[in-house]
């Protein structure tokens, strides 16, 4: 399904993340950038060794990423150019800025992309799986932030959402039609 804000589409599929053909594709990653289990596993799966070098660079020059922000590579072997690699909160209860941190990703990757040069962008359901952040609140932060950013921003011509699950497709259906 699509929805139009101003000149950027917010579509939603049901999919894998590393199989979308977009300009780039968002990394639920850790603040380590070496790779992980879920979508980040997929992405370098997928990617091939090349994604992994270019994490290696960056932390060797700039450190690890925190919570929050967000840092690009290519995309190696994907069809997507670039992977912008972002780091979401662990659910702790909600009392440890977890919500302001998932917005922080959300626009920290935006803003990433848009810096270069990137018009379509399809993000994961950060920090819904392992890192434990319940999908309601964190689809609504994600679908709120990026109406925001694109409400503000003209240059992304699509921004994609893509669900695992039929449930969770279900849960941000709804959110991007009211
Ligand atoms: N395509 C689309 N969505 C996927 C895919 C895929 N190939 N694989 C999983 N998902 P997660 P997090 C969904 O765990 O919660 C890693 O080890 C998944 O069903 O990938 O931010 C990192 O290195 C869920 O809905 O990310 C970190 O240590 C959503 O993507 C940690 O996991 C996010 O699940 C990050 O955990």
């Known amino acids: 399904m699509t929805i139009r804000i101003g000149s950027t589409a917010l579509t939603l599929v049901q999919g894998d993340i590393t199989q979308q053909e977009v300009d780039a594709i968002v990394n639920a990653a850790n603040s380590s950038l070496m790779g992980g289990g879920g979508g980040d596993g997929a992405i370098h799966r997928a990617g091939g060794p090349q994604i992994l070098e270019e994490c290696k660079v960056y932390v060797a020059q700039h450190g690890q990423l925190p919570t929050g922000e967000a840092m690009i590579t290519s995309g190696g072997r994907m ?11 662990v659910w ?8 302001e941190l ?3 990703a959300y626009h920290n990757s935006l803003k990433v992309a848009v810096e270069n040069g990137i018009k379509t962008i399809a993000f994961p359901s950060i920090s819904t799986g392992i890192y434990g952040f319940p999908i309601d609140r964190a689809a609504k932060i994600a679908v709120d932030t990026v109406k925001n950013f694109v409400g ?3 240059s992304l011509t699509e921004v994609r959402f893509v669900t695992f699950s039929q449930s969770d497709y279900d849960i941000y259906q709804k959110l991007l039609t009211s």
């Not at 702790?92 to 919500?99: A, P, Q």
């Open 152 to 154: 503000k921003n003209r």
């Open 79 to 89: 069809k997507a150019k670039y992977v912008i690699h972002t780091v979401g909160p």
């Open 102 to 104: 998932l917005s922080n």
């Open 92 to 99: 702790h209860g909600g009392g440890n800025r977890e919500e």
